[in-house]
């Protein structure tokens, strides 16, 4: 374990955009099925019933995208990164860690998502941190997640922060 | 492989909980004991186990590939013998038992790595490559 | 209705498990191991399976949009996971009005378990549904 992670190479990468990735049409079905685990096990409301829209937390990429590609030089985009980014092609030396949780999210809201809408999201690097923990040194890895629709309106904007130790 | 005795292809998986929760997910199938490893020791199972209906979903993967894109799996039958617990490795076999102008018969079922067999049972399908023998 | 600052908004309440979990994760295809097996979950310290934190993300959203209601906008909302929820526990998303700025409400946000242990504290802003 390194006396620091905030190396020259992490605190280089801040601010970097890693992936686009793009929806497949949202579909009426996709917003009932979230509904429904979320609310289970009562009714969810009658408009996502409907699917009115969608709810807020409603993740139209978690079955895979329609369209990804890598924004960065050094990588070739074969591997999809869902919710985190290409560390090693940011060149982020390869610290070994033995658990990776979810620390939190932090998301501002802006148009509402519905039924034939196509989404793209932009992950780029958000603020690094370092904290001791009971095991030793903790890496606070945040990514920052910009989702739009097709009309460029702003869907949400999410900086998510991953721990590392 | 269109002979009376004739082995095909099997399918072969390993069998945990993340193979039974994505089948849930698609059947709406959520059991506690097919989830749980306490529900199903509660009801006196070694461990969680698997629902009947993905066996018999990889005897059709199995059957599938063997009938070809545009062949017809036309019937299927199985009865459940044993738990299909987790961890596991589950074989889907077929054996031919009859051809009778390119409809085959075939004795069926799925085993575990010791070779016990977990669902037992018979299909008919027509290839679509079918040669005669 | 109106709002004041103080004022505790209705709880959303859920007892968690796999039943949840796995829902959960057949829409976001979310099936990691440390979700869905004790085993898993144990051997990386947690004493057994445990929810994603998407989840209790989830239900501090039904909560809040309960209270903006069919109109009303979650305009922002932000958690720190701190503590796991385990099998078994009865999760509570709570919410008290911390600010009202105009028509735009802000709150304290947290989800707790039946002892009153907190799980995963925050705050939103809302606007009320007219």
Redesign the interface.
């Known amino acids: 374990m390194p006396d620091t992670y905030m190396v020259p190479e992490v605190l280089a990468a801040i601010g970097r955009e890693c992936s686009r990735s793009t929806s497949f049409p949202i579909s009426t079905s996709d917003i009932r099925k979230w509904a429904l685990a979320v609310y289970w096990p009562e009714t969810p409301p009658q408009a996502f019933i409907d699917a009115e829209y969608a709810p807020e937390d409603f993740d139209p990429f978690a079955w895979g995208p329609a369209k990804y590609e890598s924004l960065l030089p050094e990588d070739d985009g074969s591997v999809i990164y869902r919710h985190g980014i290409n560390q090693k092609a940011l060149g982020i030396p390869e610290w070994e860690f033995m658990v990776g949780v979810n620390g939190g999210m932090d998301c501002k809201y802006g148009v509402r998502m519905h039924a034939g809408d196509v989404i793209t999201d932009v992950k780029s690097v958000g603020q690094w941190s370092e904290r001791q923990g009971k095991t030793g040194l903790m890496l606070m890895t945040r990514v920052v997640s910009v989702w739009t629709n097709q009309r460029g309106e702003e869907v949400k904007r999410t900086i998510n922060t991953g721990i590392s130790y | 492989m269109t002979s009376v005795g004739d082995s095909i292809h099997p399918y072969v998986v390993t069998t945990t909980v993340e193979n039974w929760n994505r089948f849930a997910a698609i059947n709406d199938e959520f059991i506690p004991h097919s989830m749980d490893d306490q529900a199903a020791i509660s009801e006196g199972f070694p461990s969680a186990f698997g629902m009947g209906n993905i066996q018999w979903a990889y005897l059709h993967n199995m059957l599938r590939t063997f009938a070809g894109v545009n062949g017809t799996i036309m019937k299927l039958e199985i009865q459940f013998r044993r738990p299909n617990t987790k961890g596991q490795t589950l074989t889907a076999q077929g054996k031919i038992t009859a051809v009778t102008d390119g409809v085959i018969s075939l004795d069926i079922w799925t085993q575990d790595q010791e070779g016990n067999q977990l669902a037992h049972g018979s299909a008919v399908v027509r290839p679509s490559t079918w040669v005669p023998a | 209705m109106t709002v004041n600052v103080g004022d505790v908004i209705p709880t959303f309440v859920r007892e968690t498990?796999?039943?949840?979990w796995?829902?959960?994760?057949?829409?976001?295809?979310?099936?990691v191991?440390i979700h869905?097996?004790?085993?898993a979950g144990e051997a990386?310290?947690n004493g057994g399976a445990f929810g994603?934190?998407?989840?209790q993300?989830?239900?501090l959203?039904?909560m809040l949009?309960a209270f903006v209601g069919?109109n009303g906008?979650?305009?922002?909302?932000?958690?720190?996971?701190r503590s796991p929820n385990v099998?078994g526990q009865t999760l509570t998303a709570h919410g008290v009005v911390t600010g009202i700025e105009g028509d735009v409400i802000s709150l304290e946000i947290w989800t707790d378990t039946q002892d009153g242990l907190k799980l995963?504290p925050?705050s939103a802003t809302v606007r009320m549904g007219k």
């Open positions: 498990g796999f039943a949840n796995n829902r959960y994760a057949a829409v976001n295809d979310e099936f191991p869905m097996d004790d085993a990386a310290g994603m934190g998407n989840l993300w989830a239900y959203h039904n949009r069919e906008e979650i305009l922002g909302m932000e958690v720190q996971f099998k995963a925050g």
